[in-house]
């Protein structure tokens, strides 16, 4: 069982930064592979990056490739997601999310078995 807690959300002005965290509980969490989902109002969850169990591999939406970076701290249980450039179009909850018994990064809500409350990110203009 893994939990997930994520942190570091807020309001900031379009070309800002903010820093998500995404603390784990649970054993496995070094060995899954990890993602960032966000959901704005009146609209479907949509993927926006995620990484391999050792933080080697990475892959990005379109829409925040060269913006935004992912991370993670094995030693922590903590997983990052570096937000730069930051248009009001990016307002929306993000998620993170962890896979069970897979160390393979993957692009699909659906193959991710755990996930966070959310954390609301708001962008203005």
């Known amino acids: 069982q893994v939990q997930l807690v994520e942190s570091g959300g807020g309001m900031v002005q379009a070309g800002g930064s903010l820093r998500l965290s995404c603390a784990a509980s649970?054993?496995?969490?070094?060995?899954?592979?990890m993602g960032w989902f966000r959901q704005a109002p009146g609209k479907e969850r949509e993927f926006v990056a995620t990484i391999n169990w050792r933080g080697s591999s990475t892959s990005y939406a379109d829409s925040v490739k060269g913006r935004f970076t992912v991370s993670r701290d094995n030693t922590k249980n903590t997983m990052y997601l570096q937000m730069n450039s930051l248009k009001p179009e990016d307002t929306a909850v993000y998620y993170c999310?962890?896979?069970?018994?897979?160390?393979?990064?993957?692009?699909?809500?659906?193959?991710?078995?755990?996930w966070g409350q959310g954390t609301q990110v708001t962008v203005s203009s």
């Open positions: 999310a962890a896979r069970k018994g897979s160390a393979v990064s993957s692009r699909l809500a659906s193959e991710y078995e755990y």
């Open positions: 649970g054993r496995t969490f070094s060995s899954s592979a």
